[in-house]
């Protein structure tokens, strides 16, 4: 039998429903009704309950604080929360306390009869719940008496060298482990869902503990069938294996395969994925440690590639070079010239560039980071308002260091591209604007060349010398001339600072011909000759 409590302020309210549900017929015992959220809350105190069936507004305690009270105190209990009409959203805020189902008033009895059979199905599930867990409780304590934790002690300090070598040796000899093989290394296991990925509240914390005792027993029966090695668990969450490699010339593949059979094995059982990292063969029992960080290494890509993983980082070579500045030079390009498709597309080769590098996940961010600062330099250059794009900008920043995975925090900087391209496509509505836009771009990346005029321009665009002349005038307030001077200024001034360059050397980087002509542009720009400003401003 199925204990409800219905819980309403309204009484005829309660003798309907009490009165017209074959509580007997439906397997059902109403064990109670209450006026209030206080009375139901005394009433569970001293009575076994299955389902609550309550209303929103009622006196001293409502509906949504009788949920959060069952939820943090009684969490087997399956809520129900009916209400009326201009309660319903509101209603449906409970679902931060687990409410499985809200009804909207007045309940037939009918409607309220399939609800009730499908709340039984939830309370047999969490019983089915509470028995696997209450059974793996039970054989984890049993299991932590025995000798095996002291095994597993011991192997894990062999391995990690916090106890002296052939101390560690001795003591696994004296517990009839005797390690001699041609070569050993360390496999890892993690169960994904209780790893840094995820916020983990203390019920998941002692699940976590339960679940990796599941996968000792699984691995342990794996590796001692094919007499590969010892299992063992590190902390309280992980298992590790030491593989021992005593004949076979394909042992190598062999413990992968090993490997890939415990994984399958512990999705088959319990549904959960496993990610693994297996470290490179070592010689002797003295350099674990070194197979050892290299398994756990892999822990840390499941931030880049997600879990689910299972790697040999013997087979991991080569670093892979993230060609970051010729992508933000494409992406910048796509953004000024207005191509949705060229930045998107820039942009996930970005995204799969750094994933397939394997890097960590502080370098993965400052690559994001880097990206978001392109972006901002990329407004400037076309004079967009900075201060509206800068409002923000640390808790942008922030945030993307703050995501658990590389993917949700690629998903910030899309949406932050996004943005900035709809707001440079609207400053580019018109033509004119598109055209101005473009002229500045063209002089951005050839300013260099000492022959750039405004018929190279013109011819760009394909437009008049006199069209481009008034529209360029009229969007920038400059004229070209004056632009690229001033453009050929600024990148002299960067250079006079940042480099030890000589003069002539600069007027040709900055695209003067001259440099007599350089030095007089120079000082008519800023009030002092090169020299001296090299000699004010260089670092």
Request: hydrophobic share 35%; net charge negative.
């Amino acid at each position: 039998m199925y204990r409800i409590l219905l819980v309403d302020d309204e009484i005829l309210v309660r003798d309907a429903i009490k009165e017209n549900i074959d509580w007997e017929g439906i397997g059902c015992q109403l064990v109670g009704d209450c006026e209030n959220g206080q009375q139901a809350a005394e009433f569970v105190k001293e009575h076994p309950v299955d389902i609550v069936l309550t209303d929103i507004l009622m006196p001293y305690m409502d509906g949504m604080e009788l949920s959060h009270f069952l939820h943090d105190n009684y969490p087997d209990i399956v809520i129900v929360i009916f209400s009326g009409f201009g309660e319903f959203e509101y209603a449906k805020k409970a679902i931060q306390y687990n409410v499985s189902e809200y009804l909207l008033k007045p309940v037939t009895a009918m409607e309220l009869t399939g609800v009730i059979n499908k709340m039984k199905e939830k309370v047999d599930q969490k019983r089915q719940e509470k028995q696997k867990m209450e059974k793996l409780t039970k054989t984890s304590e049993s299991y932590r008496k025995n000798a095996q934790v002291i095994r597993s002690k011991a192997i894990e300090a062999l391995v990690n060298c916090t106890t002296n070598v052939e101390e560690s040796l001795e003591r696994l000899r004296n517990m009839g482990i005797d390690l001699s093989a041609v070569r050993y290394r360390v496999a890892m296991f993690d169960i994904d869902i209780y790893s840094d990925m995820y916020q983990l509240d203390m019920e998941k914390r002692q699940e976590s503990a339960l679940m990796a005792f599941v996968l000792y027993n699984i691995s342990d029966e794996i590796v001692k069938r094919e007499q590969a090695g010892i299992v063992y668990q590190e902390g309280g969450n992980r298992v590790c294996i030491l593989f021992q490699e005593k004949w076979s010339r394909d042992f190598t593949a062999k413990t992968k395969e090993i490997c890939r059979e415990i994984k399958d094995k512990m999705k088959e059982v319990m549904g959960i994925d496993v990610s693994m990292g297996i470290g490179d063969w070592v010689k002797n029992p003295g350099e674990l440690i070194l197979s050892h960080d290299m398994a756990e290494q892999v822990m840390q890509y499941r931030y880049l590639l997600g879990g689910n993983l299972l790697i040999d980082m013997a087979e991991q070579r080569s670093v892979k070079i993230v060609p970051l500045d010729r992508l933000l030079e494409e992406l910048t390009e796509a953004l000024k010239t207005g191509k949705k498709e060229q930045v998107e597309s820039t942009f996930q080769e970005m995204r799969d560039s750094i994933r397939q590098a394997l890097v960590e996940k502080s370098r993965a961010c400052m690559y994001l980071q880097q990206i978001v600062r392109t972006i901002d330099r990329v407004c400037e250059d076309v004079s967009v308002d900075m201060k509206r794009i800068l409002s923000g900008r640390d808790e942008l920043l922030h945030s993307i260091t703050k995501q658990k995975s590389f993917d949700s925090a690629c998903r910030i900087v899309e949406d932050y591209i996004m943005k900035i391209f709809k707001l440079l496509s609207d400053m580019n509505s018109s033509t004119g604007q598109r055209q101005a836009r473009l002229a500045m771009n063209y002089i951005q990346k050839n300013y260099m060349d000492p022959d750039l005029s405004l018929n190279d321009i013109c011819s760009y665009l394909n437009i008049s010398t006199s069209y481009f002349s008034t529209i360029f005038k009229e969007m920038t307030g400059e004229t070209f001339t004056e632009v690229l001077i001033r453009t050929r200024m600024e990148k002299a001034k960067e250079l006079l600072e940042n480099t030890t360059m000589k003069n002539y050397e600069i007027a040709e980087k900055v695209g003067f011909s001259d440099p007599h002509y350089f030095g007089i542009s120079f000082k008519k720009m800023t009030g002092v000759t090169p020299t001296e400003y090299a000699r004010e401003r260089r670092r």
